[in-house]
């Protein structure tokens, strides 16, 4: 993946967070993850499937608290657990939706899966490099986890 190809998807994060809370995140140093077991996954991972000219996916991971916060800046107060995967799968598929316009219409995103649990840690393509980007909002620390190919 090239470096411009990643801040595609870094730009739709940041933007992402300022145009819904009016706060902006910061980016940390995207690194390479080692393995294939997603050790970034916080508490609430969206992620979503790419397919076409590029395939593997595209994951944002969030602490429970992070995702509360982000629920009430957007106005809501129910801070169920359902609300909650539904705002990590919304901001996967924002990110994803973004990036799709960049790549073009070869790049089809599925709709958003979210895993809540710690044990169920998302599983990353075996033959495609993984990029974590770290994200910090505040002052809460989220991921975003690019695996394309």
Known sequence: MKEADLNVFIDGAVN???????????????????DRQSTAARGYTGIIG???ERQGNVCFTAPKVLVKVLLMSLGEDDTTHENMCDVVGEVANTISGNARKFFGKEFM??????VADQSEKP???VDVRSYVVPIAWRGYEAGLVISLG
Request: glycine fraction near 10%.
């Open 16 to 34: 992402y967070f300022s145009q819904v809370s009016g706060v902006s995140a910061r980016v940390g140093t995207p690194y390479l993850m080692d």
């Open 50 to 52: 790419v397919t076409g």
């Open 109 to 114: 995103i599925s709709a958003p899966i979210v």
């Open 123 to 125: 599983k990353l393509p």
